[in-house]
Each structure stands twice: as C-alpha cells, then as structure tokens.
C-alpha cells in the first residue's frame, strides 16, 4: 500500500480500510448531497449564493414556480482506476443535488436571475412593490340601488326620479356612477 497516514495507529488503518470497503460496495456515485447556501437580503433584493465546485453551468438547472425556487443539478466522478491507479481515499461528493426554497410573498420570479462564477452560483431575486389594499366606499339605501344595473332597477329609479320633479344633473350624474359600479363588477 502505496498510502500511509502520519499517525502510524492502527485504528485508522482499519478505519480508512472500512471506509473503502463500504465506498467500493456502495460507492458514492449516483448519491446524492447537499450543497451550502448563504441567503442575504436588502430592500431591494434577496441573493442566494449556492457553493457548486467542480460544476458547470450546464449541469445546474434554476427554476421558479408557484413561489418556489428549485435548484437541481449533477456532479459527476471523474474517478479512473487502473492497476497502477488506485484510490485510497475519496472524500469530495458526487452525485445528484435538488435544494428548494419557498419564495416569500412580494418578489418578482419574472426577473430571478443567475450567475455562475468561480463555483458559485449566485440567484439574484428582485423584490416587487407589494400591492395595497384599496379602501371600498360603502353607501346607504342609494347605493344599493346603484348596485343592482344589471337587475335593470336603475332605468326604474330614473324614471321615478325624473318624474319627482329632480334635477337633471343629478340623475347624469347616478347613470354615470352606475356604469362606473356596473364596469368595477365585470
């Protein structure tokens, strides 16, 4: 044996001989692992920064759906062994890799985007301006009336207004404020 640890005691002989044993039966190719992610955030963005070695950038996939992010990707072994060539230890990962995230309320998945440099992966999430709440004016006994033109109440309440002797103006005014009430509905 070609490799000899410094500690020269014989437990991590046995060990790193068990350790082979089980790699070499149930070897870490086709495994899976995790990589680390750092997430930051400012009032503008939130940046995920994903450590991907050995990677390109065409064996990681990003997407975002329904307000999930998804990052999945292969790292393959490039592991030759010959007669002359023979592993003692192999400690980097390989294998397949899916990491997602929820996606918090208020950030725009059209504009996500990615970069990939120097093994990591870094995913620009652009906050988007959260919608306000529209305040919803609620009248008397008129505006129920004014709610109901699809009923066809209003060419009655018209008529009966017109007859009553009222003002012109006033009733243009109501028609006007139906078809704004009857278009908020469609």
């Known amino acids: 044996m070609l ?16 350790d082979r044993l089980f790699e070499d039966t149930f070897g870490r190719e086709g495994g899976s692992f995790t990589p680390a992610v750092d997430i930051k955030e400012n009032e ?24 999930v992010l998804t990052i999945r990707g292969e790292k393959r072994s490039e592991r030759k062994e010959g007669e002359d060539d023979r592993y ?23 504009l ?11 995913i620009s999430i652009p906050k988007a301006a959260l919608p ?3 305040r919803i004016q609620i009248g008397g006994a008129q505006h129920k009336e004014q709610a109901t033109v699809g009923s ?8 009966t207004e017109k007859n009553s002797g009222k003002n012109s103006t006033t009733t243009s005014q109501r028609e006007r404020d139906s078809e704004k009430m009857a278009a908020a509905f469609r």
């Open 152 to 159: 066809g109440n209003v060419s009655n309440q018209q008529s």
């Open 88 to 110: 003692q230890i192999v400690e980097r990962t390989y294998g397949t890799f899916v990491r997602t995230f929820q996606l918090p309320q208020g950030v725009n998945e059209d």
């Open 3 to 18: 490799y000899r640890m410094t500690t020269g005691a014989p437990v991590f002989g046995l060990r790193r001989e068990i």
């Open 132 to 134: 306000q709440p529209k």
């Open 112 to 122: 996500i985007k990615g970069e990939f440099e120097q093994g990591i992966l870094s």
């Open 44 to 67: 503008k963005e939130i940046r995920l920064d994903v450590e991907l070695p050995g990677l390109k950038p065409e064996n990681v996939e990003v997407m975002a759906e329904n307000g």
